[in-house]
């Protein structure tokens, strides 16, 4: 009895296996010859999946987008508590930094070298599920998602400067430290995630010049007012 193919999974599968190769590689660098060798099926068989190199190429970003997505939800699926869910999905952020790096390289390839309306059209669709994914586990409102998703587009841009990992956790302990007052703190206690955020801003955020020179003025300013009120007295 002939083998039954699961032609969707099977498609799949050779996104996932020649993914990490055609992204490092880059579209100019590498022919559907090469792909197929590199994952191990024939010529034809790659064609008869994708059309056309560009075709493999887009849907190897649509694919990608929800591979990722769909994985940090199922990751947390069964949590229910935010704080946990933002643990959860912050460690899952370290654990991708070589997949961001790679989705960035694609996605700058396909921009590159094909048609820019598909282009728009692949990249709203992963900016879409991105964003509402991230809405939806953390509890937050979309245009704060928009705004992590951008962060991780450009902080998978930097990243591809530093050898290894160090410099991209780095930064994503950076953000955790921004983002969670706001996202865990903020629904149990709104004035002490204030509190907390405006610690932040004055440790992480300004300027220790201007904070200085802000302290000094302040300091200056209650003595004039107590001079004044001691002044008024007498």
């Known amino acids: ?69 769909d994985e940090y939800i199922r990751r947390t699926s069964s949590i229910e508590n935010i704080r946990d869910r933002f643990d959860m999905i912050v460690d899952y952020w370290k654990e991708n930094d070589e997949l961001y790096e790679s989705i960035m390289l694609l996605a700058i390839d396909i921009y590159r070298n094909v048609d820019i309306k598909q282009w728009k059209e692949v990249y709203a669709f992963f ?43 780095e930064q994503v302990d950076f953000l955790d430290t921004i983002l969670r007052p706001p996202i865990v703190d903020a629904p149990e206690d709104t004035e002490k995630a204030a509190q907390k955020f405006k610690e932040i801003t004055r440790t992480f955020m300004m300027n220790p010049l201007v904070t200085e020179k802000m302290t000094v003025a302040k300091k200056n300013k209650k003595t004039k007012i107590k001079k004044a009120v001691i002044k008024r007295k007498n």
């Open 1 to 69: 009895m002939p083998k039954i193919v699961n032609h969707d999974e099977y498609r799949q599968k050779m996104l996932e296996k020649s993914f990490y190769f055609v992204s490092r590689k880059g579209y100019s660098n590498v022919n559907m010859k090469q792909i197929a060798a590199e994952i191990g099926v024939s010529t034809g068989t790659l064609y008869h999946y994708f059309s056309s190199k560009e075709n493999m190429f887009v849907q190897m970003i649509a694919w990608i987008g929800n591979q990722n997505v």
């Open 127 to 169: 900016a879409e599920r991105y964003t509402n994914g991230m809405s939806e586990r953390l509890n937050i409102s979309r245009q704060f998602a928009r705004f992590i998703f951008i962060h991780f587009i450009g902080l998978s841009f930097h990243s591809l400067a530093f050898d290894g990992a160090g410099e991209y956790n």
